[in-house]
DNA sequence: TCCGGAAACGGACCGCCGGTCCGCTATGGC
DNA sequence: GCCATAGCGGACCGGCGGTCCGTTTCCGGA
């Protein structure tokens, strides 16, 4: 959109209805319901305009969920604190988690399904790593003494798409979010 | 075997042979290397053989883990401490978790092709379950005052296949159960 | 030892999936 | 208005998980 220079006028819209009508299928039924045949008929395109705008099945979900994710990847780098620089890491840490809760809550099918397309390579994607690096940095500042590298990654895991489905089912609408935030607080206490 | 008093002897050598073939087409490959086409045919039996007796992919797969975790299984219910009851929680924790990092290190690629082949109904799973409670009651005595259902959910999330593999892979063997065990340690600190 | 019914077998078959390919079409600078 | 070309679409492919049913194998009772 912003000064990319080359993109016609049908490859957008037709980006756009792509993306809708992933979504659309998403929230209709289970992730497994999403084949990319019926992305492309629901969208009103041909199949190979899913892939090449997309590559494959986990870009077109990996696509979504950036779109999803931009703002808080936005505020957390360059953003007012709390969520962004400036605040002492256990304020910025409860405030990343709370954005990252929140879009886990909302997209918890959307994750499942990314899960399991991506499978092999997750941690290559630059979103997954901006995460993971962010909270490394985070947690080393608020516990040296541990390995923050490591529990970046264990985090990271607990938003598994369909244990936020599990919890937030039982739980209410920020159960999933508050428990993270509670089990986060609790790893960075001192002794 | 034992008891059962209904299981034909071809079955019981049939089980046997998939059962091998699995692990074996698992070691060679990649998770998804795992059809059950190579399967039955590696088994020298019919694709049929491996649908009645396994129901689906899912349930190879966790009939498989299943065969690698019963001994543990066991020890934690009815065997001497500090796995088995007896000893204080926190021993029985670091206890379990060095067991379960042990099959988790020697099966990360059997567990990966199990995540995957599971996805929605993996808290279902009678073996989840189990561990999923183990750790609760362990979690609830060491650290009454914060929510061990959802911690329990917490740690398991950080058994994936992948980030076991990935772990393994530029930290050595013990590596990745050291790490959770640290995190374990580090949960039941009191402030 | 033989026999009959039941249990187990095997592989052809099904629908669908992700992904590719190439002849056709719409776009937009000139 | 023209034309190079980026973009399109849907037939096509190999392979997957899963089903089905005619055939083979087992084994307890006579």
Chains 1, 2 share one sequence.
């Not at 009103?44 to 494959?56: A, E, I, Q």
């Not at 607990?158 to 739980?171: H, M, N, P, Q, S």
Request: some cysteine; hydrophobic content about 45%; glycine content about 10%.
């Amino acid at each position: 959109m912003a000064g990319q220079g080359a993109e016609r006028a049908d490859a957008a819209r037709n980006r756009r209805a792509v993306l809708e009508a992933t979504e659309r299928l998403l929230a209709e039924g289970g992730g497994d319901h999403v084949s990319l045949d019926r992305v492309a008929a629901l969208a009103g395109v041909g199949k190979g305009t899913v892939f090449r705008r997309f590559g494959s099945r986990a870009g077109l979900l990996q696509a979504l969920l950036e779109e999803r994710s931009a703002a808080l990847r936005r505020a957390v780098s360059e953003g007012p604190p709390p969520l962004g620089p400036g605040a002492p890491a256990r304020e910025r840490l409860l405030a990343f988690l709370d954005g990252l809760g929140a879009i886990a809550e909302g997209n918890a099918v959307l994750l499942a399904a990314h899960e399991q397309a991506c499978a092999e390579d997750k941690f290559a994607d630059p979103s997954y790593r901006f995460w993971q690096g962010h909270l490394r940095a985070l947690l080393a500042e608020a516990r040296p003494d541990l390995d923050a590298d490591f529990l970046a990654h264990a985090v990271l895991a607990v938003f598994d798409g369909e244990l936020v489905r599990a919890v937030t089912r039982e739980g209410g609408p920020r159960h999933f979010t508050r428990s993270v935030q509670r089990m986060a607080l609790a790893l960075c206490e001192r002794p």
